[in-house]
Structure formats: structure tokens, C-alpha cells
T-cell receptor, first 116, second 113 residues
């Protein structure tokens, strides 16, 4: 299993450009989420999905769109990049049902995005 | 608002000593409190969790303590090793809310040889 794969690892955009951050998981997890991590801060939830065809907003959804057409893929789209979106973006997935304990999220290695 | 936060941004520890990382939370309705470890250039990795109706849980070299009276969570690492150098985050989970996690701000642990 590859786990959670994010592409690209690094990206530089100009203000106003659009792009899609890719996320794929091969663990058949129902839940998928996108987080952003700013320097010296924790992760903040952007959007999440509880299954194919279902998405919802997190804490900081403005400026981002998501879709979940398959269980495996959960792309994050920046419609018109702004310098405030410079951050490291993490995708994560987990099973819906956990017999014991909290949902065990598996995180990707991140995409470092710079908007100039 | 509801949040999970940390007291100390950086913790320097001598190799072999025990580490204690603290976290304060304000939301008493969480189902689980969780600790994640994030090494440089990598995504967070699950360490241990504790259900809200427990006050202590032990794992391999790690212990999590939950004090609901003062809304305080801590992670104890025994015999800290160089590989423990990382940023540690506490997080809370409310299972009914789509398994969403709310993260605190992180504590950097530096292990000195």
C-alpha cells in the first residue's frame, strides 16, 4: 500500500492563478480531509468528505473547492491563488468505523505551496 | 471559541530523560483526545489517543494523561531518544462530526545528546 499520496510536493503560483492539489489513497478509507499548516501553527481543516459524492466545509474553506467523485481521490482546487494561501497542505484519510479508539488518520507528506 | 492549545512552544530534553508535553483544551464535548508527532518534512503521525471518559492511557514509552477538571492533556515520553525530536500536536475528535480533528498549535521537542 502506498497510503496517502499527494502531488505535487512543491508548487509556486502567481497571484490569481488556479491549480489543483491532488490526493489519492489506496486504503479504501471513507473519510478524507484537507488541512493547511501555516508556520508555527497547527493544522486547520479546509474541507472534508465522508464518502464519494459527499463533501463539507471545514474551518477555513474560503478560496478552495473540493470534489469526491471516487473513494480514492480527493482533489483540492484553488480557484484564484492569493498570497494568504501560502502554506503547507496535508491530505488525510481514515476509516469510518473504528472498533476501538479514535479514527486513525493517515496523512500524506504534504504539498508546500508558495503564492507570489 | 472552542480550541485546543499548547503551553510551551519548544522543549529541550536531554537524551534519556523523560519529556512532558502539555496541552489545554476548552471543548468538553470531545470524544477523544489524540497526540500526533510530526517530523520535519513529513505529515503528522498518530502516537496515542485517550477517550474522554478515561484519565490515563499507556503505550510504548508514552503515556497520555487527561485531567478533565482543569481541561488539561499531557503526553509523557519515557527515556527520550534522538528519534523523538519532532513537533507534537494535540488534537480533539468529535466522532459524530464526520471524524473531524481540531489541532492545537504544536510543541517542538529537541533532544540533546
Amino acid at each position: 500500500n502506498a497510503g496517502v499520496t499527494q502531488t505535487p510536493k512543491f508548487q509556486v503560483l502567481k497571484t490569481g492563478q488556479s491549480m489543483t492539489l491532488q490526493c489519492a489513497q489506496d486504503m479504501n478509507h471513507e473519510y478524507m480531509s484537507w488541512y493547511r499548516q501555516d508556520p508555527g501553527m497547527g493544522l486547520r481543516l479546509i474541507h472534508y468528505s465522508v464518502g464519494a459524492g459527499i463533501t463539507d466545509q471545514g474551518e477555513v474553506p474560503n478560496g478552495y473547492n473540493v470534489s469526491r467523485s471516487t473513494t480514492e481521490d480527493f482533489p483540492l482546487r484553488l480557484l484564484s491563488a492569493a498570497p494568504s494561501q501560502t502554506s503547507v497542505y496535508f491530505c488525510a484519510s481514515s476509516r469510518r468505523e473504528v472498533k476501538r479508539g479514535s479514527p486513525r488518520y493517515t496523512f500524506g507528506s504534504g504539498t508546500r505551496l508558495t503564492v507570489v | 471559541g472552542e480550541n485546543v492549545g499548547l503551553h510551551l512552544p519548544t522543549l529541550s530534553v536531554q537524551e534519556g530523560d523523560n519529556s512532558i508535553i502539555n496541552c489545554a483544551y476548552s471543548n468538553s464535548a470531545s470524544d477523544y483526545f489524540i497526540w500526533y508527532k510530526q517530523e520535519s518534512g513529513k505529515g503528522p503521525q498518530f502516537i496515542i489517543d485517550i477517550r474522554s471518559n478515561m484519565d490515563k492511557r499507556q503505550g510504548q514509552r508514552v503515556t497520555v494523561l487527561l485531567n478533565k477538571t482543569v481541561k488539561h492533556l499531557s503526553l509523557q515520553i519515557a527515556a527520550t531518544q534522538p528519534g523523538d525530536s519532532a513537533v507534537y500536536f494535540c488534537a480533539e475528535n468529535k466522532g459524530a462530526a464526520g471524524n473531524k480533528l481540531t489541532f492545537g498549535g504544536g510543541t517542538r521537542v529537541l533532544v540533546k545528546p
